[in-house]
C-alpha cells in the first residue's frame, strides 16, 4: 500500500541538540509538507516543497531546516535555535493540481526536548 | 484565507447519523471545502471535499448550502471508530492553496456514545 512513513513515532533529545525527523512517501506526489501541532491546537505548517530541489517557508520555519533531494523524501531538521521545539510533528505530501488534491499525512513524530 | 466556525464538540450514538455543521461566511468562489479528520495520536485524514454541489464518497457525503456561506459533512451511520476531531477547511485555487498552506482550525471533537 502506498503511504507515507515518518520515523521515528517517538524521539527525545536533550537541549541544545539538532535532530532530524524522517519522512518518505512511496505515493509518486510531486508536494511535500511538513506542520507542527502543539496540543489542543490546529496545525502550523513549517515548510514546503513542490518540487524536488526546491522549498520554501511555512508561517513558522524559523529554527528549521529541510532538504528536498529526491521526490520520495522530505526530511526536516529541528536546530536548536527552536525556541519551542517540543510538539508533535506532521508530514504530508499531495499530488497534481494542490487545489483540489487531498492531503495525504503521515502518523507523525512526537518530539520531546528537554 | 477565509475563516471557518465549527462547534467544538459533538454526541452522537452508534449506528445513528452526524451531522457535523461548518459556517464559512466569507468564503469565495474560488475557495473548495475540505474535511479532515483526526484520531488520537495520528494523522490527519482526508473524508471529502467539493466547490458547489453536494458530493458523496464512501466515506461521508458533503452537503453544501446554496449560498455556500456553510456546509455539513455527514456519516450515515457513526461508528466508534469514527470518533475524532473533524477539521473543515478553505483552500484558495488561486491564492495560497497552491502551498497546501490549509488553515486548520480547532474543529469539532466528535464524541460517539455505543
Known amino acids: 500500500d502506498g503511504g507515507i512513513t515518518q520515523s521515528p513515532k517517538y524521539l527525545f533529545r536533550k537541549e541544545g541538540q539538532n535532530v532530524t525527523l524522517s519522512c518518505e512517501q512511496n505515493?509518486?506526489?510531486?508536494?511535500m509538507y511538513w506542520y507542527r501541532q502543539d496540543p489542543g491546537q490546529g496545525l502550523r505548517l513549517i515548510y514546503y516543497?513542490?518540487?524536488?530541489?526546491?522549498?520554501q517557508k511555512g508561517d513558522i520555519a524559523e529554527g528549521y531546516s529541510v532538504s528536498r533531494e529526491k521526490k520520495e523524501s522530505f526530511p526536516l531538521t529541528v536546530t536548536s535555535a527552536q525556541k519551542n521545539p517540543t510538539a508533535f510533528y506532521l508530514c504530508?505530501?499531495?499530488?497534481?493540481?494542490?487545489?483540489?488534491?487531498?492531503?495525504?499525512f503521515g502518523n507523525g513524530t512526537r518530539l520531546t526536548v528537554t | 484565507d477565509a475563516k471557518t466556525t465549527q462547534p467544538n464538540s459533538m454526541e452522537s450514538n452508534e449506528e445513528e447519523p452526524v451531522h457535523l455543521p461548518c459556517n464559512h461566511s466569507?468564503?469565495?468562489?474560488?475557495?473548495?471545502i475540505h474535511w479532515y479528520r483526526q484520531l488520537p495520536s495520528q494523522g490527519p485524514e482526508y473524508v471529502i471535499h467539493g466547490l458547489t454541489s453536494n458530493v458523496n464518497n464512501r466515506m461521508a457525503s458533503l452537503a453544501i448550502a446554496e449560498d455556500r456561506k456553510s456546509s455539513t459533512l455527514i456519516l450515515h451511520r457513526a461508528t466508534l471508530r469514527d470518533a475524532a476531531v473533524y477539521y473543515c477547511i478553505l483552500r484558495d485555487v488561486f491564492g495560497s492553496g497552491n502551498t497546501g498552506k490549509l488553515i486548520f482550525g480547532q474543529g469539532t471533537t466528535l464524541q460517539v456514545k455505543p
Open positions: 466569507t468564503i469565495s468562489g474560488t475557495d473548495y
Open positions: 505515493l509518486n506526489h510531486d508536494a
Open positions: 504530508a505530501s499531495s499530488a497534481g493540481n494542490p487545489y483540489n488534491s487531498p492531503l495525504h
Open positions: 516543497s513542490q518540487i524536488v530541489n526546491d522549498f
